[in-house]
């Protein structure tokens, strides 16, 4: 059974920092690009950033800067460091994980960004 389990959402302030986990489990972690999407009310699932197998990133521009993806194979663990948090910012955080033949995700996470 496949499964990718979001952790360490929350409320926070602006100008804030969170730490978003994913655990994998029932994939073959390291063939995976893995993913964080968010979709915050109103609007389109979107992709905040990606690490390919191979430790190829690609960052959406509106968080350049601000945050960091990176994998542990040996662990099968996704994580997604915030910095600088602002209330755009704001949305359900998800996993993903996508093969050539295979795409799951996550439950997905709250971030919330206010005072």
């Known amino acids: 059974q496949v499964q990718l389990v979001e952790s360490g959402g929350g409320l926070v302030e602006p100008g804030g920092s969170l730490r978003l986990s994913c655990a994998a489990s029932?994939?073959?972690?390291?063939?995976?690009?893995m993913a964080w999407y968010r979709q915050a009310p109103g609007k389109q699932r979107e992709l905040v950033a990606g690490?390919?197998?191979?430790?190829?990133?690609r960052i959406a521009d509106s968080v350049k800067g601000r945050i960091t993806i990176s994998r542990d194979n040996a662990k099968k663990t996704l994580s997604l460091q915030m910095n600088s948090l602002k209330a755009e910012d704001t949305a359900v955080y998800y996993c993903?994980?996508?093969?050539?033949?295979?795409?799951?995700w996550g439950q997905g996470t709250q971030v919330t960004v206010s005072s």
């Open positions: 993903n994980g996508n093969s050539y033949r295979n795409d799951y």
């Open positions: 690490i390919s197998s191979t430790g190829t990133t």
């Open positions: 029932g994939i073959t972690f390291t063939v995976y690009t």
